[in-house]
């Protein structure tokens, strides 16, 4: 056999092998477009209009009635409910707001439009949100809470704390409140726009209220977040989640799963705010309060009387009744924090130590909770919290006299405190 003709014969192998290759890539890659285009077909809802955002999200007004939630096999039948008349009295009246801060916060999809009546704004979901995705199945979910120790996890609900530890790749800081049942809670949470080192990273900063359903807890949680995997940027948003299974199957950020039901027509959830607080400068917050009806539904009030939406009892387990903890912080996930170093360089809060306080750092001000007397009030039992205190900290701000603030944050990596 000549050279030439065993030149021929390889290349003739060796292409055989690239095409085999080649169509089982095809083949791949057409499964997983199949998938995701299957995905996004069940995720968003015909638009009745379409408003593109500068931060490249596009804003679907959706027919309030075709809004994700009614595909939830508990709300079929379900009719929209009317906004609770207490809602409309707390919210706006002057003491929701902190001195010397702002609430002239806005949706940067705002500027490019406005959804009509009887529709409301849904972030797309765009085919770049599922392939950036680290799981499909689990698209907007939270990442779940594993306990392989009931006693922690029966702890951790009745807020022994200092548990906190055995929650891998989370590094959480808090103000809580437990011991009686809730049925609402506000803060202001000023506005601030932390590092995300790499993908998977998120940091947050927000309130939870939460319930223990058996061996899993229940959480309602609404804030601002800077999720890139998520959102595909590093914008601070606006967030709400919810899971009745400490987030293993049910429950997901903002729309992203059917249950919340949404009705403000002006104002979106996973959505870019602005503007930022800046340090030594001009403090920008969201006035967020949870609030349960008598019905069992919990409603997500922001900023001077904006009722976002609730989520309606029928999803809800042991929450129906009331919440027995409610929790004020910041939380940074990350496969890098609790281990060996080097931690995490995602920042939580301003990314300034609390410390640093008014103007620098993060906080919650104006923290109140709602029992069964009806009146908001600050709670009468508190412990704080921090899991990794020389990477993240807290400074609750008790003067007489003066309403507590509580101020929470850190750089994260900074050696040789958090190396
Ligand atoms: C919705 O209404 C139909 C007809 O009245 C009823 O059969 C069904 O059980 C209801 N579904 C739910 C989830 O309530
Ligand atoms: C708010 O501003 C006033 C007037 O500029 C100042 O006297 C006060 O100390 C400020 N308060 C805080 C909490 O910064
Ligand atoms: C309160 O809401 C109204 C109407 O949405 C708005 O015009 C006003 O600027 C808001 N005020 C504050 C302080 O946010
Ligand atoms: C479970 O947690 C409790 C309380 O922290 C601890 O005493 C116990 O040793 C733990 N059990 C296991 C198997 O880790
Ligand atoms: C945890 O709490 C649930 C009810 O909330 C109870 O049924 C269960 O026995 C508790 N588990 C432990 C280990 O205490
Ligand atoms: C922590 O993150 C790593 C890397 O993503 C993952 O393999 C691990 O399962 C996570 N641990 C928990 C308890 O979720």
Not at 386 to 398: Q, S
């Amino acid at each position: 056999m000549g050279k030439c003709k065993v030149a021929t014969l390889l290349f003739g192998v060796f292409f055989a092998l690239c095409c085999i290759e080649l169509q089982v890539e095809a083949r791949a890659s057409s499964s997983l477009d199949r998938e995701i285009e299957t995905k996004l077909k069940l995720l968003n809802k015909p638009a009745v209009k379409s408003i593109k955002s500068e931060d490249g999200d596009i804003i679907d007004c959706v027919n309030i009635y075709k809004q994700p939630a009614f595909d939830h096999p508990a709300l079929k039948n379900h009719t929209i409910k009317p906004i609770p008349s207490f809602l409309l009295e707390y919210e706006p009246s002057s003491m929701s707001g902190t001195p010397n801060a702002s609430s002239e916060v806005f949706q940067l999809w705002q500027k490019s439009g406005s959804c009509p009546k009887d529709t409301v704004p849904i972030r797309r979901i765009q085919k770049k949100d599922l392939l950036r995705a680290s799981s499909l199945e689990r698209f907007g979910q939270k990442p779940k809470i594993y306990s392989t120790n009931k006693t922690n996890l029966n702890s951790t609900i009745l807020g022994v704390i200092d548990d906190y530890v055995n929650l891998q790749n989370r590094s959480e800081i808090h103000l809580s409140t437990f011991g009686f049942n809730f049925i609402g809670a506000r803060a202001n949470i000023n506005i601030w726009n932390p590092n995300v080192e790499k993908k998977g990273d998120f940091t947050t900063a927000q309130i939870y209220l939460k319930a223990s359903n058996g061996d899993f807890f229940e959480s309602i949680e609404a804030g601002w977040m800077v999720h890139p995997e998520l959102y595909g940027d590093s914008n601070s948003r606006l967030f709400a989640a919810w899971t009745r299974d400490s987030y293993h199957t049910t429950g997901c950020f903002d729309l992203t799963c059917k249950g919340f039901v949404h009705i403000a027509s002006s104002t979106a959830l996973g959505a870019t705010l602005r503007p930022y607080s800046s340090p030594y400068n001009q403090q920008y917050e969201i006035n967020i309060g949870i609030y349960s009806d008598e019905g069992g539904n919990w409603w997500l009030n922001i900023k001077n009387g904006t009722v976002i939406g609730y989520w309606p009892k029928e999803i809800l387990g042991n929450l129906k009744h009331s919440a027995t903890i409610v929790q004020w912080g910041g939380q940074v996930y990350s496969d890098k924090v609790k281990k060996k170093p080097p931690h995490t360089s995602t920042q939580m809060g301003s990314g300034d130590s609390a410390s640093t306080r008014f103007g620098r750092a993060c906080y919650m001000s104006n923290v109140r909770i709602k029992d069964y007397s009806k009146y908001l009030k600050y709670p009468k039992f508190i412990t704080t919290h921090a899991d990794e205190p020389y990477c993240y900290n807290y400074f609750n701000d008790v003067e007489q006299g003066k309403d507590p603030v509580f101020y929470f944050g850190g750089p994260g990596r900074s050696p040789p405190s958090c190396p």
